[in-house]
């Protein structure tokens, strides 16, 4: 998957590029270096350097090994990061961190407890 946006958020089409299995080429702005792991999950380039994009998308054409070992690291990085499961232990940890501060909130300082039973 190739795009020639400078914005491509994280979030959007890489995710979506990379949950089927496709290397990416992405320029190296935002949250694309976030998304795409370079030489892991597709390649990087800097921005407004279309002989880099080109170099990029011709060298995965020409090496559809390295297209595809970077097409299945990017789908395991998204169901690791963005899956079911992921989201469930994010979810998780955010309502323990909640909780923890919830009861450490009302909890009363033993030396406050302990002057008024006098």
């Known amino acids: 998957m190739v795009t020639r946006r400078h914005f491509l958020a994280a979030s959007g089409l890489a995710g979506f590029g990379m949950a089927a299995g496709r290397p990416l080429v992405a320029t190296n702005v935002g949250g694309n270096p976030e998304a795409v792991a370079d030489r892991e999950t597709g390649v990087l380039v800097p921005p407004g350097d279309s002989r880099a994009l080109a170099g990029a ?26 899956g079911l499961f992921a989201m469930v ?15 450490e909130a009302l909890a009363v300082p033993e030396a406050e407890g ?4 006098h």
């Open 114 to 117: 302990s002057a008024g039973a």
């Open 57 to 82: 998308m011709l060298g995965l054409l020409r090496h559809p090994a390295t297209a595809a070992r970077f097409g299945a690291a990017g789908r395991l990085r998204v169901a690791r990061r963005f």
């Open 89 to 103: 232990r994010q979810y998780e940890a955010l309502y323990e961190h909640l909780l923890a501060r919830r009861a």
